[in-house]
Structure formats: C-alpha cells, structure tokens
C-alpha cells in the first residue's frame, strides 16, 4: 500500500485470484482427527476463485484445520452429468463462528449422482 493510499483510506486487494460470487452447496470432512473437528459437515458457498474459497458453515471450523470438501458444480458433463469439485484445503481463516475460508491444496472435478452430494 502506497502513503498515498494510506492517507485516502483506501485498501490494496492483496488477492492472487480474482473472487466470484458463487452460492453452491458444500459438505466437509476432516482429513485428520484432530480435536475440534471430527465430524463431516455441510455449508454454501459464499465465494470462490482458483485458490480458496468462502463459505458459511454449520460449526466453527479453526484456522490450521484441513479438510476435504465437495461443491456441487454449475455445469455439467456433456449438459447431462452433474459435477462436483472435490478439494484437499486449509483453513486458514474464520470470519464468524460460521463463516471459513479455506486454501485450495489441491482440486479434482468428479462426476456426482444426481440425488446428493457426496465425498
């Protein structure tokens, strides 16, 4: 942030990835057993980019944590098969007790059934 910047008030987006407003249901595991979560939950989206995500979610998840999440994507395979991007991330902040964002480790597109969404 430049002294300009300072004095106007105005902040720097220090973000690597541009953000997207996208709602899409999520559910989570735990990857470890570590204390404080130890069971899978589920949530909505709130955000996205290439490298994290924003969600709201159904317990306070701590900074450290890592997961492995399921979003149901918008698009489909073919425009027949539903998607669903399934994620290895970190959750490297909270912004409520149901609100966590998380950093994308590592990311795969899997094909879902049609009735739920599943890990």
């Known amino acids: ?8 008030g105005k902040s720097e987006d220090r973000r690597s990835a541009d953000r997207f ?11 470890s057993t ?10 909505k989206t709130i955000n ?3 490298t994290g995500i924003l ?7 701590l900074p450290g944590h890592r997961l492995e999440l399921a979003v ?5 395979l073919n425009n027949s098969c539903p998607l669903k991007l399934v994620a290895k991330a970190k959750v490297v902040r909270t912004v409520s007790d149901t609100m966590a964002a998380v950093e994308i480790l590592q990311y795969e597109f ?5 009735a739920t969404l599943s890990l």
């Open 48 to 50: 996205m980019s290439s």
């Open 55 to 61: 969600f709201q979610t159904d317990r306070m998840l």
């Open 72 to 76: 149901s994507w918008p698009a489909q």
């Open 34 to 43: 570590r204390k404080g979560v130890e069971e899978p939950g589920t949530g």
């Open 1 to 8: 942030m430049s002294t300009n910047d300072k004095k106007s």
């Open 21 to 31: 407003p996208i709602e899409r249901e999520v559910r989570y595991r735990p990857l």
């Open 110 to 114: 899997r094909t879902q059934s049609k």
